[in-house]
């Protein structure tokens, strides 16, 4: 904290012991160590997710002879369980028979989602994707790839600037059961007032509430806590704790005075 001396009034201001003047030699270098260490980041992270497909493979596998294992999963998200709000849509994810995520070789924090369904009375399609696709910006055709194959625009990398998500049409077998024309996707003055169906996940292109990140970067790699209720309990101890402590804190100011009744979190 910054203050006068005492006895000095109208003395001018300590300087503060933590302020330092970096000359842009240092800021060049420091940029350039963070550039290093973003490359063997990157590095890692490629080789990674290609090492766990084949246990990802022999998961699905397994999970495929567990029943209601994704859409349990999926549920057991709190975001996820928010948009899935309406009945139609819990009935038609009983059909979900498999999840299944393959990342962009170019650029793996980029991806494909696909949803595999049993034989349902909603829609034709057997798989419904959600594409993520990958936008190069315009140095990148000027790019040098590492010993590692990683260039300079990955590591620039920006998802609002360099991902496009797909919107996918979805085969409704007939109008009553087009769940996304049932509860379509409201906007107001261009802000989200109601998600609707959560398969205007697949066929709006812009993912409004990062479903797909979620999906791809949460549930995915961590499926089987999701099924079973571990991922997520921590969450939520931590939100009743929480509200323990509001409690408290109400109580300990006017014991007398009536609480408003608490909203469910999130």
Do not use: C
Request: charged residues 35%.
């Amino acid at each position: 904290m910054v203050g006068k001396k005492r006895g000095s009034p109208g003395a001018d201001e300590e300087k503060n012991p933590f302020d330092v003047e970096i000359g842009p030699e240092i800021m060049d270098k420091l940029n350039a160590v963070k550039a290093d260490i973003s490359r063997v980041e990157l590095a890692l992270e490629r080789h990674a997710q290609k090492k766990l497909v084949p246990a990802y493979e022999k998961r699905r596998t397994v999970v495929k002879t567990v029943p209601k294992f994704w859409p349990v999963a999926l549920l057991n998200n709190p975001t996820i369980g928010m948009t899935v709000q309406h009945a139609d849509d819990q009935k038609a994810l009983a059909y979900l028979e498999d999840i299944w995520v393959i990342r962009d070789d170019a650029e793996p924090r980029t991806f494909i989602i696909e949803f595999h369904f049993s034989e349902n009375p909603y829609f034709k399609d057997s798989v419904l994707k959600k594409v993520y696709k990958y936008i190069p910006p315009p140095s990148a055709k000027d790019d040098v790839a590492d010993e590692n194959g990683i260039t300079q625009s990955m590591i620039d990398f920006e998802w609002e600037r360099d991902v496009e998500p797909q919107a996918t049409k979805i085969q409704w077998k007939d109008d009553s059961k087009n769940l996304t024309k049932l509860h379509p996707l409201v906007l107001e003055d261009g802000d989200v007032s109601d998600l609707g169906s959560f398969f205007n996940f697949f066929e709006t292109a812009k993912d409004e509430a990062d479903i797909g990140i979620i999906i791809a970067n949460e549930i995915y790699p961590e499926a089987i806590d999701w099924f079973t209720g571990v991922a997520g309990a921590g969450e939520l101890d931590s939100d009743e704790d929480d509200e323990d402590e509001d409690d408290d804190e109400a109580d300990e100011i006017d014991l007398e005075k009536p609480q408003p009744k608490k909203q469910k979190k999130a």
